[in-house]
């Protein structure tokens, strides 16, 4: 199941601040119009201007994001000077997908390996162990899986 999840990101006193605004649970048939309604709501209940929205990261499908006729269109419409960038981690994946094989070599490997050691509880007790005796401050490597659709569930 989707969710719609808003956190606003601000300075402080010199720092980055980070702080969650709300999550509501998104039907798979709500539209971009649905998701907007939403999140009007919201700042319309908590009296949060517009205006004071600069950027809006979203990982959902195209097709319901889209500049045109999506959620980022209807954005635009409320407050032209927003800025709508898609998530990152699904930009490089994209990217990563499209790469020539003789650039695609050296990660497949990468996750190959990464996979290996996760693959097998034995593999990551050993590998955990290596990386103690190293002094390592890192030891336990994330597994890798293909980036898709987040708002899909499918990661």
């Keep these: 199941m989707s969710q719609l999840i808003v956190y606003t990101q601000y300075i402080k006193d010199g720092?980055?601040?980070?702080?969650f605004l709300f999550c509501e649970a998104l039907q798979?048939?709500?539209k971009a119009a649905d998701i907007f309604r939403l999140l009007d709501e919201?700042?319309?209940k908590h009296q949060i201007n517009w205006e004071k929205v600069g950027s809006v990261c979203t990982d959902g499908a195209p097709a319901k994001i889209g500049n045109r006729s999506g959620f980022a269109a209807l954005l635009k419409d409320m407050e032209p000077d927003i800025i709508v960038k898609h998530c990152v981690l699904h930009c490089h994946?994209?990217?990563?997908?499209t790469l020539p094989p003789h650039l695609k070599e050296v990660p497949s490997?990468?996750?190959q390996v990464v996979n290996f050691i996760w693959g097998?509880?034995?593999n990551h007790r050993v590998?955990?162990?290596?990386?103690e005796e190293m002094g390592s401050e890192h030891q336990v490597l994330r597994f890798q899986t293909e980036v898709r659709w987040l708002s899909r569930g499918k990661a």
């Design 15 to 19: 720092e980055i601040k980070n702080e």
């Design 28 to 30: 798979m048939t709500m």
């Design 42 to 44: 919201f700042f319309e």
């Design 93 to 97: 994946a994209l990217v990563a997908k």
């Design 109 to 111: 490997i990468c996750v």
């Design 120 to 122: 097998f509880p034995l």
């Design 127 to 131: 590998f955990k162990l290596l990386c």
